[in-house]
C-alpha cells in the first residue's frame, strides 16, 4: 500500500521538522557539517538509515561542508509519511554529528517560456537540454538542473520577455528575499499572487518570480 500523503500545510504544523522546508513538492534540508570529512560521513550515516528504511534521498555534498538532502517518495511524486518519517531520522543524525541546520536556505529553480504553442517547441527544448517530458513540463533525468515549464499565452507576447525564473523558497524566507531584490535594484511587477508567488524585474525588465507553496495549491 502507498504511504499516506503528507501535504505543505501539515508539514509546516508537524513537530520534529524545524530543519525542513516544503519546496516545490519536497521536503529539504540544508546542513552545515563544519569540515568536508564530516559532511561526508554525515551523507554515510544519512545513507545508511535510508537503507534501513528502503527510502532513499538525493543527497548532495558541497565543500567545505555542506549537505543538501531532498526528499519525495519516488513512487507517488509527492511527500508522503516515508518522507517524514525519514527526515525526522536524518535530523537526529545531523543533531549527533554535531552539523547545523540551514532551513534558510532552501530552494529549487525552474524555467518558464511564454509559448502560443507548447507542443511545438517542448521537443526542441529536450533535446537542446537533454531532459525528458514530465507532466507537460522538462525535467532532468539526473534531477541535477532546473525544470522547464511552459506557460500558455493566449496572444503573443511582445511588451516583455518570453522567459522568466521561478524560484522557489522556503514560506518563511519568500518577503525577505523579495525585499532583499528590491533593495539590489530591482522592482516589484505585482504582487496580486502573493503569497503563491511575487514578480519582480531587473533593471532592464527582465523577470523573476519568487514563489512559495502557500496560497498556491501545492500541497
Known sequence: MDAPQVTAEQIAALPGLDDWRFVLGTLRADFQAGSYPAAAALVVAITEAA??????????????????????THATGCVTELDVALARDISALAASSGAAAEPERGQALEVAIDTMDADRIRPFWAAVLGYREAGGALVDPLRAGPAFWFQQMDTPRTDRDRFHIDVSVPHDQAEARVAAA???????????????????ADADGNEACVCTWQDSGDD
Do not use: K, M, N, Q
Open 182 to 200: 528590491i533593495a539590489a535594484g530591482g522592482r516589484l511587477v505585482t504582487d496580486a499572487f502573493a503569497r503563491s508567488w511575487w514578480v519582480l
Open 51 to 72: 537503507e534501513a528504511a528502503d527510502h532513499h534521498p538525493d543527497i548532495d555534498i558541497r565543500y567545505p561542508g555542506r549537505v543538501r538532502v531532498v526528499l519525495t
